[in-house]
């Protein structure tokens, strides 16, 4: 490395998952800010159960977004616990957004991918800040898998999108 950080991370093979609120811009802007964070709190807590229900870890929050990940030297069956919990989400997410239509309130809509593969994890940072994360294109992939459903379908409350490798329930 061409800084002063103490190189602390290793390659392995791990399953991440990537998680983002479609359309929340909209409607961020159409509520009041402690409204917004207790939808996305609550939001947050069923997809943080269903992770943790397939034994996964939670690396980090991003605005509307999660990242998950399952490791191989924890979890042998990293990818397909990984594909249960986006499949959870999933009917988590449809079970939310029809309750939220019953009661007259917008319903969310979530994307969801799924990639297996080899990643960088450790801490990673800068000299003064590092976060235990995972990195490389593993986490890209699943990032724009998430991304990439908004195109197959914006309308629908839940879609899920993994790469073939990826395990299946």
């Known amino acids: 490395c061409a800084s002063d950080m103490v190189v602390d ?20 802007e159409h509520m009041p800010a402690d409204q917004a964070s207790c939808v996305l709190n609550a939001h947050f807590a069923g997809l943080v159960a269903c992770v943790e229900e397939e034994f996964g870890m939670i ?14 030297h924890d979890v042998p069956d990293h990818a397909d616990r990984a594909v ?7 009917r988590h997410a449809e079970a939310c957004a029809a309750q939220s239509r019953q009661s007259g309130e917008p319903a969310l809509r979530i994307r969801i991918g799924v990639h297996s593969g080899s990643v960088i994890v450790g801490n990673l940072g800068a000299p003064d800040r590092v976060n235990y994360t995972i990195g490389c ?3 890209n ?9 908004s ?16 395990g299946a329930p």
């Open 137 to 139: 294109d593993t986490v």
């Open 84 to 90: 249960r919990a986006a499949l959870a989400i999933k």
């Open 9 to 28: 991370h290793d390659t392995r093979e791990w399953t991440d998952l990537s998680t983002v609120i479609g359309g929340s811009t909209a409607l961020a």
């Open 151 to 166: 195109h197959i379908n914006a309308s629908a409350d839940s879609i899920v999108l993994a790469i073939a490798r990826t």
């Open 141 to 149: 992939v699943a990032s724009r898998l998430e991304l990439f459903g």
């Open 59 to 72: 690396d980090k929050f991003m605005g509307d977004g999660m990242m998950a990940f399952w490791a191989e």
